[in-house]
């Protein structure tokens, strides 16, 4: 029995004896299914030709993604705070060297995704931390493909995870998009953590908003003024999406207004 993992979208699925037959996030229109055909993999198939990229961002973050880049190639990130850290986003490899890495700066006290298609290996990586709770948002629960009693299912619009780090359901691209607002972040000024809930444009200077990035599906004018206010009251400088060098390093909260005022225009 082995826990398979989708080679295109990187998520782990339920133990089976054999691949499943259908990848249900890659089937889904915000998705889509490798030129290749469907293609599944393990974390120890992994481990034969994969290894983690392990690097501080700023003081008390930190980037984990694998090389060569797998799946969409996403990374994830580890937010140190004096109360515990926080894991935002998953890979899907789990290595000797990532555990030796990540206990060294204190380990894992709660796991939190963006969307489904950031868990990556979830399930391992909690287990792995003494399991570590997974906070998911209730509105994406039947988009979990490996169940487990560490997820945590929240509701409404915000959850404090600890002390200056605040989950913001967002909506859009999944109904419960979240982002994650790091308070002390930034020298101080305050951080969001994006995922692509909000995705940085080529120029670092905007972002945008879609339904299906891979498929170029637009958000209505509607969601993407309810993802602008979502993340109003908060207050942060800097944002971080689910990408190496996806990056806004300044003025991100007044970047994120103008996104949304252009984006509306564009679409009506």
Known sequence: MENYICVTCGVQYQETDSPPEHCLICEDDRQYIGHKG????T????????HNRIEEIEPNLTGIGSVPAFAIGQRALLVQTPNGNV???????????????????GGISAIAVS???LVGSVVDWSRAFEDAPIYWHADNRDWVMRSDRAYRFWEGETLQLLDGL?????????PGSDVLHWAQG????GALLSGDTLQLAQDRRYVSFMYSYPNMIPLNARAVERIA???????????YGGWWDYVMPADAKAA????????IRAIK
């Open 38 to 41: 469907q293609q599944w993999t």
């Open 43 to 50: 974390i120890a198939q992994m481990r034969k030709d994969h």
């Open 87 to 105: 894991l935002w986003d998953c890979p899907s490899l789990l290595d000797d060297a990532t555990l030796q890495a990540v206990r060294a700066r």
């Open 115 to 117: 969307h489904p298609h």
């Open 166 to 174: 605040t989950l913001v359901r967002c909506g859009g691209h999944f």
């Open 186 to 189: 930034a020298d101080g000024r």
């Open 229 to 239: 206010q979502a993340v109003e009251p908060f207050q942060f400088d800097r944002l």
């Open 256 to 263: 994120v207004r103008r996104s949304a005022d252009r984006y």
